[in-house]
């Protein structure tokens, strides 16, 4: 090599395919359990300023969704959690804003 050589590229980056099946698994139960921390906050919160039987009920079956999720996700179904995930937090967002308003 002289010294009016250019420099040799660099290498690429390592290019980010598609997550691994157990990477898959982890975020779904990082996801879910983040859900359920923050549906039990909000439950709590509900509760100091309105108790009601239906806000029980919908945070409820969002905490119950979201150890099932993780459950889920632990035996390697993280599709079927996604989508149940999804759901639920539509579901319940729908009852607080229709039912308990």
């Known amino acids: 090599m002289s010294v009016s050589d250019p420099a040799p590229p660099d290498p690429a ?3 980010r395919g598609p997550r691994t099946p157990r990477q898959a698994r982890r975020l779904r139960v990082v996801a879910a359990s983040a859900g ?3 549906a ?3 439950l709590g ?3 100091t300023s309105r108790s009601s039987v239906l806000v029980v009920g919908v945070y409820g079956l969002l905490l119950v969704l979201c150890g099932l999720v993780v459950e889920l996700s632990r035996r390697g179904r993280t599709r ?3 989508y ?4 639920g937090l539509v579901a319940a967002v729908v009852m607080d804003a229709v039912v308990l308003s």
Not at 84 to 87: I, R, T, V, Y
Request: with cysteine.
């Open 84 to 87: 149940l995930l999804g759901c």
């Open 36 to 38: 359920m921390a923050v």
């Open 13 to 15: 980056p390592p290019e």
């Open 40 to 42: 039990a906050v909000l």
């Open 80 to 82: 079927l959690g996604s």
């Open 45 to 47: 919160a509900l509760l």
